[in-house]
């Protein structure tokens, strides 16, 4: 059972004027409800870094794309997997978890970035792209649809994007679909020619410089952790550009005491209470996507087993074998 009191002390490090007391009652006892549907179903909840602060309460697991996906390929004992992020995430899961079955409890929870990169306009950019380049290599991000990655010869996720590019036997990349993170990925590995696809996700690329020199003037000591999804003029300011588990690990070992998490405004709420005794500041943006996933959806999903995430076998298999060769170059 939840108890209201200690739910509120936790909730109210995330955002003390919307986590009230009545609130925190009522989410207690929505969390005793999936905690109740969980074990009926057999089921386990994942959920990414950027999801709603009462959502990591109930979680199993909370993770960045890789991290989940790995998971979801180990839960042997769970039937069920209740996917809390977005529409691709659940995708990944189901990917490597063929057997088990994968919901995302808001079919609606989609992503601006993965919808830059259709299929078939894949397809024919790769066609193009061989005819010029005949070693052509093609990563994309985990940020794709499985038709995409099955489409792809190595996936890769923010955490690897770099060493997955570098390992590749080819000279010339086709990256999809996240034209930052081409760019940052080109700087890094100068002897290769990165061809950006043109997408972006809305959420960094809306983050403006401006807003970390702000921050920066009053706190000089700030730690700036940047999202490699943001833009080139933000990413200059960072002490350091990773992943949102990466700026997890970084919090909890630095000794500095203030830090810029400069990515979704999800990962400063689970900052602020997984590292409590550090501060920590916001430049950050909300995903409109991410927060689709409720209390209330769960609940549903869990009483309905729907929305199922279901994927033809071939793409599956394709998908399939563009993660296993991003663990094999990594
Ligand atoms: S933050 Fe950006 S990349 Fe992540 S789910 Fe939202 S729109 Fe997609």
Same mark, same amino acid.
């Given at each position: ?79 069920? #997997? ?6 691709? $995430? =659940?995708?990944? @899961?189901?990917?490597?978890? %063929?057997? !088990?079955?994968? *919901? ?68 010339? #990349? ?6 930052? $993170? =081409?760019?940052? @990925?080109?700087?890094?590995? %100068?002897? !290769?020619?990165? *061809? ?135």
């Amino acid at each position: 059972m939840f108890n209201p009191e200690q739910l509120h002390k936790k909730l109210i490090l995330a955002d003390p004027g919307f986590y009230t007391f009545e609130l925190c009652e009522e989410i207690g006892q929505k969390l005793d409800r999936i905690t109740e549907l969980k074990a009926e179903r057999n089921a386990v909840l994942l959920a990414h870094n950027y999801q709603r602060p009462e959502i990591f309460e109930v979680a199993d697991f909370t993770g960045d794309s890789l991290e989940l996906s790995l998971l979801a390929g180990k839960v042997e004992k769970a039937e069920v #997997i209740i996917f809390c992020g977005v529409h691709f $995430m =659940a995708e990944t @899961a189901k990917i490597v978890s %063929p057997s !088990k079955k994968v *919901i995302l409890p808001n079919i609606q929870a989609g992503c601006s970035l993965a919808d830059t990169a259709e299929a078939e306009d894949v397809r024919a950019r790769i066609e193009e792209l061989r005819n010029k380049y005949p070693d052509l290599g093609v990563v994309s991000y985990v940020n794709t649809t499985a038709a995409v990655k099955a489409l792809s010869d190595a996936c890769c996720t923010s955490a690897n994007a770099v060493d997955v590019i570098q390992a590749m036997p080819n000279k010339t #990349i086709l990256y999809i679909p996240d034209k930052n $993170m =081409a760019a940052y @990925a080109a700087k890094q590995i %100068p002897d !290769k020619t990165i *061809i950006p696809w043109e997408g972006s996700c809305y959420v960094h690329h809306e983050i403006e410089p401006e807003s970390i020199l702000h921050i920066k003037e009053i706190y000089p000591d700030i730690k700036v952790l940047v999202h490699p999804e943001c833009r080139d003029d933000v990413i200059k300011l960072a002490d350091k550009a990773l992943s949102t588990s990466g700026i997890i690990k970084y919090a909890m070992k630095s000794n500095a005491e203030r830090f810029l998490a400069v990515t979704e405004c999800g990962l400063s709420d689970l900052l602020k209470i997984q590292v409590p005794g550090k501060k920590f500041y916001r430049a950050c943006k909300i995903c409109r996507y991410m927060k689709m996933i409720t209390l209330d959806n769960i609940i549903t999903s869990l009483e309905t087993l729907q929305p199922e995430i279901t994927l033809p076998e071939d793409v599956r298999t394709g998908a399939e074998r563009s993660i296993r060769r991003m663990f094999e170059l990594t």
